[in-house]
């Protein structure tokens, strides 16, 4: 939601009439403003869904929110933490588990927000694990879908996003989600930080595509639910409203027959 940054009044409308065009199920924010006299997400979302706020923001109230149009069960935190040169940014993964009816059933989403700056892949790399490692403790008393959603300031080919995508293990641990931009555009740039944004002040910023969704794989077998399509979204010159372009991804069950 890039906060309040630029000319927020102008970036407002375009915002509340994109979502409102979009209409998702699901939402994972980063970058959104809640402070005691201003919610932000709410303020730009139709009535229709249910919030989950970080809880430790950054001092201007910016961090990461959750929406979901379907009942909510338990939340929380994930503390990424992981080193001292953590400490002075909010990061998190706010993990929210969502009561969709049967056929689907239950969803964990999880909105990922690790360290942003440049050489803290290290830290990223624990991060991941440290949140992967939760999920999947979660997962063997509840299971259901796992979706991991935001902005992993880490191109593909990074370590921590190797990772995330089965093709890299970190301390013993592997784990494996289809990168559902990977899985609609083989081979396509899939730029969500770009020098052609007009809200972009970094020209030669080395990580492009930072921004992802992913879907857990199951064990015999791709990710628990297919990928019917991915697009960037709010990338184009009349709705352009963030310094990041947005993805969204239809999912749905797959067909096992």
């Known amino acids: 939601m890039w906060g309040l940054h630029g000319d927020w009044a102008s970036r407002r409308p375009g915002m509340v009439a994109g979502f409102a065009e979009l209409a998702p199920d699901l939402l994972t924010l980063q970058e959104a403003v809640v402070e005691a006299d ?13 919030l989950v706020h970080q809880k430790s923001r950054e001092p201007d109230g910016s961090g990461v929110t959750s929406a ?9 935190e994930v503390d990424l933490n992981v080193t001292d040169r953590t400490a002075d940014f909010a ?3 706010l993990v929210t588990e969502i009561l969709v009816a049967e056929p689907v059933g239950r969803v964990w989403l999880v909105n990922n927000i690790p360290n942003w700056q440049l050489d803290y892949e290290h830290e990223r790399q624990l991060q991941a694990l440290v949140t992967a490692r939760t999920v999947e ?20 080919d990074a370590s921590s996003l190797r990772f995330w995508t089965g093709r890299q293990a970190l301390e013993g641990v592997s784990v494996c989600y289809r990168d559902a931009w990977e899985s609609a555009h083989p081979g396509e740039a899939g730029h969500t930080f770009a020098p052609d944004n007009p809200h972009s002040a970094d020209w030669d910023w080395p990580f492009r595509r930072i921004d992802y969704i992913l879907v857990r794989c199951g064990r015999h077998g791709g990710p628990t639910l297919r990928v019917a399509s991915c697009q960037r979204t709010f990338d184009q010159p009349h709705n352009t409203v963030s310094d990041h372009y947005g993805l969204v991804a239809d999912l749905e069950l797959p067909n096992r027959d």
Do not use: M, N
């Open 38 to 50: 201003y919610d932000q997400p709410a303020d730009v979302l139709d009535e229709g869904y249910q």
């Open 68 to 76: 979901t149009r379907w009942p909510l069960g338990e939340t929380f």
């Open 91 to 93: 990061c998190t993964s």
């Open 137 to 156: 403790k979660l997962l063997v008393e509840r299971p259901g879908h796992v979706i991991v959603a935001g902005d992993f300031d880490a191109p593909p």
